[in-house]
């Protein structure tokens, strides 16, 4: 093969001929241009490696310029004397699981775990932001500034979206680890803060739940079903998909049973309230009949429950409140009278008391009158007098 003083423009011009061709670099021996019959051209390196003449890929001519090629050839160059083999690494590399490897190995573990809208919201979240950036990229190299890169633009967009892909890549992640596709304590995700969120929660304070109890009792003739929703809703803290899909043996003695709770079956206790409610619902009471059959799923009324509340919430005064604000305004109150996070998070279906945490918002009366006997039982201790000042 010939030896020349390998250039841009010779390599620019250099043609196929009818067998292979290699134009070995005068200046850098072991570089080079092979020329395919085809008119492929790419750069590479030869060496002796372990006894034998091996030749290695660098990258495609025009893919990669004649300067980097001759450096990337050097540094190949240098770490074969050293004793490294860059062939064994490049096949290594090849052979390497990719992100998308790692999502459908991801979902194969997780997906018998998972409810149905919990797989079809990874999916969505896999496809539309994370394979997308990600895909082909080997686990074991993405790094924090990759994330992070790809974090902030997601969050240009989309805060919540992005907050809710971050969390899957960094599962993703660990599962990585644990299979030893990434070195343990290496998760690229971690550090990276999400963004804040919009606190849009409230709850009812006690006279506008007498407000909107006022409208509940008015509109109770005009709409006996949706009343009853409601009025489960607010004595029980579900959510109002769990409770428009009750059938009637989900109904006991003490509690209702969710078969498909968002974290899973759980039973939900009743009160001498909600009890009186669904004691006082007409209808067939067959175990598969729905306790609420004009919002059941399979009608198109199911969301008419929200349009109604809103309706009622004008009525009442009350501002703007979801009907997902009862649930919350069930944990507050709760969290008032005296009852602790792990017991309130009980009664919500909670696996973490952070979560319950959320939901206990208290209001600023509360927060004085718990001020005032705090400091009362101090001042005690301490045998302050009441309003006493440093002498």
């Given at each position: ?8 423009k010779?390599?620019?011009?250099s ?10 670099d005068r ?32 990258a ?16 190949m160059l ?13 096949r290594?590399a090849?052979a ?13 573990q ?11 919201a990874?999916?969505i ?10 895909a082909?990229r080997?686990?074991?190299?993405i ?8 974090f902030?633009a ?21 599962w990585?680890?644990?299979w ?19 606190r ?18 008015v509109r ?45 079956p759980?039973?939900?206790?009743l009160?001498?309230a ?5 004691d ?5 009471r ?8 004009e919002?059941?799923p399979?009608?198109w009324r ?19 409140a ?11 109150h ?15 279906g ?6 319950t ?24 201790a301490m ?6 000042s440093?002498?």
């Amino acid at each position: 093969m010939p030896t020349v003083d390998l250039t841009a423009k010779l390599a620019r011009h250099s043609r196929p001929g009818e067998k292979e061709t290699i134009l070995f670099d005068r200046a850098l021996p072991g570089f080079g241009l092979r020329i395919h019959p085809s008119g492929r051209k790419v750069w590479i390196v030869q060496a002796r490696i372990e006894g034998r003449t091996r030749r290695m890929a660098i990258a495609r001519h025009g893919e990669m310029a004649l300067v980097e090629a001759r450096r990337r050839a050097r540094e190949m160059l240098a770490r074969i004397r050293a004793g490294d083999d860059p062939a064994e690494e490049a096949r290594a590399a090849r052979a390497a699981p990719t992100v998308n490897d790692l999502a459908e190995a991801y979902l194969r573990q997780c997906d018998p775990r998972w409810k149905p809208s919990g797989r079809e919201a990874v999916r969505i979240y896999l496809k539309a932001r994370i394979l997308p950036a990600f895909a082909a990229r080997r686990v074991d190299e993405i790094g924090p500034e990759d994330v992070a890169a790809w974090f902030d633009a997601a969050s240009r967009t989309r805060t919540g979206a992005a907050n809710r892909a971050l969390e899957i890549l960094r599962a993703m992640m660990f599962w990585a680890e644990r299979w030893g596709w990434r070195p343990r304590g290496s998760n690229p995700c971690l550090g990276i803060r999400k963004n804040p969120r919009n606190r849009v929660a409230r709850f009812l304070d006690t006279d506008e739940l007498e407000r909107i109890g006022r409208v509940l009792d008015v509109r109770a003739a005009q709409w006996p079903e949706t009343v009853a929703a409601i009025r489960l809703l607010a004595l029980t803290g579900c959510r109002r998909g769990e409770v428009l899909t009750l059938r009637w043996r989900n109904v006991g003695r003490d509690a209702i049973h969710l078969e498909d709770g968002k974290t899973g079956p759980r039973a939900v206790p009743l009160g001498a309230a909600a009890g009186a409610i669904l004691d006082a619902l007409p209808g067939e009471r067959r175990p598969d009949a729905f306790l609420f059959p004009e919002h059941a799923p399979s009608t198109w009324r199911q969301d008419q429950v929200r349009v109604r509340w809103q309706e009622m919430c004008a009525d009442a005064g009350i501002g703007r409140a979801r009907l997902y604000d009862l649930r919350h305004t069930l944990a507050s109150h709760a969290v008032m009278a005296g009852e602790n996070l792990p017991l309130v998070g009980k009664l919500l279906g909670h696996r973490r008391h952070a979560t319950t945490a959320g939901y206990a918002h208290l209001a600023d009366d509360h927060l004085v009158a718990a001020a005032e006997r705090v400091g009362a039982i101090i001042a005690e201790a301490m045998s302050l007098a009441p309003g006493a000042s440093d002498p």
